[in-house]
């Protein structure tokens, strides 16, 4: 079992950064494929970005590209997403999640990913 705890949400102005933080226990996640997602009210969980077990590969989406970058830190368990540029479209319950998965292909889906946080709220004002 791995559990994983965000951290690092808040509300900032449109073009402020925030940090988000996933820290994980239980296991390392090493070996695991970590994606970010995001949740606005009324909407579906959609992918933000994530990357491959050994940092070898990196994905986003498309609203993103640019602007959120992921980074992964195995040796402490921990996971980042650096958001920069935000608007207020960004606004949202940040999540991340963790998946057994030694492939440089990062997973888009989140019903693949076995594991989740609990989520963090970052807000966006205009």
């Known amino acids: 079992q791995v559990q994983l705890v965000e951290s690092g949400g808040g509300l900032v102005q449109t073009g402020g950064s925030l940090k988000l933080s996933c820290a994980a226990s239980?296991?390392?996640?090493?070996?695991?494929?970590m994606g970010w997602f995001r949740q606005a009210p009324g909407k579906e969980r959609e992918f933000v970005g994530g990357?491959?077990?050994?940092?070898?590969?990196?994905y986003y989406a498309d609203s993103v590209k640019g602007r959120f970058i992921v980074s992964r830190y195995n040796n402490m368990n921990l996971v980042y997403l650096q958001m920069n540029s935000l608007k207020p479209d960004d606004t949202a319950v940040y999540y991340c999640?963790?998946?057994?998965?030694?492939?440089?292909?990062?997973?888009?889906?989140?019903?693949?990913?076995?594991?989740w946080g609990q989520g963090t709220q970052v807000t966006v004002s205009s």
């Open positions: 990357e491959s077990w050994n940092g070898g590969s990196t």
């Open positions: 239980g296991r390392t996640i090493s070996t695991y494929v």
């Open positions: 999640a963790a998946k057994p998965h030694l492939s440089q292909l990062v997973l888009t889906t989140a019903s693949w990913y076995d594991y």
